[in-house]
Nanobody
């Protein structure tokens, strides 16, 4: 599976962006698709995850209420709608996919075997 992330850009604080992750082939029902981000000088961190078959989602606390992860089965994409953006959201955002991910490790970078190339999100104050 190849993943292609898009939709990043420069936005002022309080603004919105929508990221999209396109998968090169249909993922199975037990797959999880996640978004991670890596800020300057920081480690890659979990942002949000969606289980493909149930649409069950989970978020890191810092984005709850502001970000929404969703799927489009017809387009084979997983999107991340980001509202009320803050300067601390500035990072390269990566989408990732895995078919053996379970709830206990779905927030771990090492659990995912497929990664997109990353898209830059910059939020100015």
């Amino acid at each position: 599976v190849q993943l292609q992330a898009s939709g990043g850009g420069l936005v002022q604080a309080g603004g919105s962006l929508r990221l999209s992750c396109l998968a090169s082939e249909r993922t199975g029902s037990n797959w999880r698709i996640a978004w991670f981000r890596q800020g300057p000088g920081k480690e890659r961190e979990f942002v949000a995850v969606l289980r493909w078959d149930s649409s069950r989602t989970a978020y890191t606390d810092s984005v709850k209420g502001r970000f929404t992860i969703s799927r489009d089965k017809a387009k084979n994409t997983v999107d991340l709608q980001m509202n009320s953006l803050k300067p601390e959201d500035t990072a390269v955002y990566y989408c990732a996919a895995g078919r053996t991910v379970i709830m206990s490790n779905e927030r771990n970078v090492a659990a995912y075997h497929y990664w997109g190339q990353g898209t830059q999100v910059t939020v100015s104050s």
